[in-house]
C-alpha cells in the first residue's frame, strides 16, 4: 500500500501541486486537460472492490448553485431566424427546472407561433447545448410551447380564446377570396396548428360549397353553436344554419354578423380565418373594428382593374391599423397541362396497380395451365415459373415500354402562358413594401375542387399548387407571429 501511494505521490501529486487550475467564472468548468482533484485507488488482494457501473451512475450528481445562470448562457447561443435575437433575451424561456437527484433538466421555450418552421432545430439546439454541460444528465426535456390568448376580441365570448384572426380580403368578387382562405386554412392545419374558418359574407356565402363538413348537424354548448367541422378544421357560415337567402338591409347584416361572432363557441384555437366579404363598406369596418384584426392577406388577379382595388383594400387596412402580410394573386398564368402536376402524384400508386395487375394475370396463368393438364418437362421449373416468364415478356414488350414512356415524357413538358398579363408584384414592392406575393395558376382542378366540397390542398397536397399554399401559410404564421411578440413586449 505504501509503495502504491509513493508511485502515486511521485507521478501524479508533484504535477498537481504546481499546476494553477483556470475556471470559467460563470460555469467553474475547468479546460479540457487540466488535472482535477481525485482520490486515487490502489487495488491489492485485500483492497475493497471498484464501484460498479450501476453505483456510479447512481451516484448523487452535484448540481452547481448557479445552475440556472450556466443553463441561460449557454441558451443565449440560439437565436430566433425571425426576431433576430437569442431566445433568451427574447425571453422564450419558461419554467426551468433541474432535478437534484438526477441532474435532469426541463424547460419551455415559448416560440411566437405554433408551427414555427425552424421549431425542431432550435429543440435540438437547446437540447445539444444543455446536454454539453459536464454537471447534467443525457435527459435534456425541451418542450416548444406558443403564446396563450392575449383575448384581443374584446367582450366577444365566444372568441375569447382565439388567438389570433386573419383576414382574407379581395375587395372585389370573382377573384377566388373564398378559395384562398379555404386552402390557407388547411394548409395551417396541415402544419401542426388549430384553426377555424368564420364566412362574414351573408349575402353570398361560399363555405358550404367549397367545404362539405363531416356531420352538418348543427349543434349547441349551452347556449353557444358548436362550429361545424371538416378534417379538424371549424366552420362555421351563415349558409350552414339558413339555407334560403338573406334579403336585408346593411345595419341588419352587422347585427346578424355581431351575433354570429358571439353565439360560435370557437374554443381554444390559434387561427381564425376571416373570409370576408368583398368590398370596403361599413360592414367590413366593422368587422376589422370588432375583431381587432391580427393580419390581412389580400386576394387579387393580374388585371388592370383588380389592381386598383388591391389598393383600395391595403389604404382600408392601414386605416384601422391593420398590417397586410401578403398578397395572392389568383389566375396568374395559365398552365397548358395544368392536369399534369396532379396525375404525377398519382404515378406511384398508378405503377402499384400495374404490378397488382400482373400478379393477378401470372396466378390466372398458372391456373390455365393446371386446369389443361400441362406439365413441364424440366423438374427444376415449376408451373409458376413459366408464368413468371410470361408475364416478364409482357412487361417488357414494346407497346408497354412506350406508354410508359410517352406518359412520363408528356408529364414533365410544361406551357405557361400569362393570359392576364404579368401582374403586379413589383408595384406592390416598391407602392407598399410588400415582399410576400404568391402566384395561383388559373387551373381546372382548383375550380373543380372548389364545387365538389374537398379543398384541392386536400385532395392535392403535394403539387406545386398546394406548395404555394404551404408557403403561404408558413408567411402568415411567421409575419402574424412578429405582429403579436411586438404588441406583447
Not at 433541474?98 to 439546439?125: C, G, W, Y
Not at 388547411?186 to 364566412?199: E, N
Not at 396466378?363 to 390455365?368: I, L, S
Not at 409458376?384 to 414494346?398: F, K, T
Amino acid at each position: 500500500m505504501r509503495v502504491c501511494l509513493a508511485l502515486w505521490l511521485s507521478v501524479v501529486g508533484v504535477s498537481n501541486a504546481f499546476t494553477t487550475v483556470h475556471r470559467n467564472p460563470l460555469t467553474g468548468v475547468r479546460p479540457f486537460g487540466t488535472p482535477s482533484i481525485f482520490h486515487p485507488r490502489c487495488t491489492s488482494l485485500s483492497s475493497s472492490p471498484t464501484p460498479t457501473e450501476e453505483e456510479e451512475e447512481t451516484r448523487k450528481v452535484e448540481i452547481p448553485s448557479n445552475w440556472a445562470q450556466q443553463i441561460l448562457y449557454e441558451l443565449t447561443q440560439v437565436r430566433d431566424p425571425d426576431l433576430e435575437k437569442d431566445i433568451v433575451s427574447l425571453g422564450f424561456i419558461k419554467n426551468l427546472s433541474v432535478d437534484t437527484n438526477t441532474a435532469d433538466v426541463s424547460f419551455e421555450v415559448e416560440l411566437t407561433s405554433p408551427i414555427h418552421p425552424t421549431k425542431d432545430q432550435l429543440r435540438m439546439d437547446c437540447t445539444n447545448l444543455i446536454a454539453a454541460l459536464p454537471w447534467t444528465s443525457q435527459n435534456i426535456k425541451v418542450t416548444m410551447t406558443s403564446p396563450p390568448p392575449l383575448s384581443s376580441t374584446g367582450d366577444i365570448q365566444g372568441m375569447a380564446r382565439v388567438n389570433s384572426v386573419i383576414a382574407v380580403s379581395s375587395c372585389k368578387g370573382g377573384v377566388g377570396k373564398s378559395t384562398t382562405a379555404v386552402n390557407l386554412a388547411y394548409a395551417l392545419q396541415s402544419l401542426g396548428a388549430r384553426v377555424g374558418i368564420f364566412d362574414a359574407d351573408i349575402y353570398g356565402p361560399s363555405l358550404p360549397t367549397m367545404v362539405t363538413p363531416d356531420d352538418d348537424a348543427v349543434r349547441f354548448i349551452g347556449r353557444q353553436i358548436q362550429p361545424l367541422q371538416r378534417n379538424n378544421v371549424q366552420l362555421m357560415s351563415f349558409g350552414y344554419v339558413n339555407e334560403g337567402s338573406a334579403v336585408m338591409r346593411g345595419p341588419m347584416v352587422s347585427q346578424l354578423l355581431d351575433q354570429f361572432l358571439s353565439l360560435t363557441y370557437w374554443g381554444e384555437i390559434d387561427y381564425l380565418i376571416l373570409d370576408m366579404p368583398p368590398g370596403t363598406g361599413d360592414i367590413q369596418l366593422t368587422l376589422s373594428q370588432r375583431l381587432s384584426i391580427d393580419a390581412a392577406v389580400i386576394v387579387t388577379t393580374p388585371q388592370e382593374l383588380s389592381f386598383v382595388d388591391v389598393e383600395r383594400g391595403i389604404e382600408m387596412f392601414d386605416s384601422v391599423n391593420v398590417p397586410c402580410v401578403a398578397v395572392v394573386e389568383n389566375m396568374a398564368y395559365y398552365d397548358a397541362n395544368d392536369k399534369k402536376e396532379e396525375e404525377k402524384t398519382d404515378d406511384k400508386d398508378d405503377d402499384d396497380d400495374l404490378e397488382e395487375h400482373f400478379k393477378e394475370l401470372q396466378n390466372a396463368f398458372v391456373t390455365k395451365l393446371q386446369n389443361e393438364n400441362v406439365s413441364t418437362n424440366d423438374d427444376t421449373k415449376s408451373l409458376e415459373d413459366i408464368a413468371q416468364q410470361l408475364i416478364n415478356l409482357v412487361r417488357e414488350s414494346p407497346s408497354i415500354q412506350s406508354s410508359s414512356s410517352s406518359s412520363s415524357t408528356s408529364s414533365s413538358s410544361s406551357s405557361r402562358i400569362d393570359i392576364f398579363g404579368p401582374g403586379h408584384k413589383q408595384r406592390l414592392s416598391n407602392q407598399y413594401g410588400i415582399e410576400t406575393t404568391y402566384s395561383i395558376p388559373l387551373a381546372s382542378n382548383i375550380a373543380s375542387q372548389g364545387d365538389s366540397g374537398t379543398p384541392y390542398i386536400l385532395q392535392y397536397p403535394n403539387t406545386p399548387t398546394s406548395a404555394s399554399y404551404f408557403d403561404l401559410a408558413k408567411t402568415v404564421a411567421r409575419e402574424v407571429g412578429k405582429i403579436k411578440y411586438e404588441q406583447k413586449n
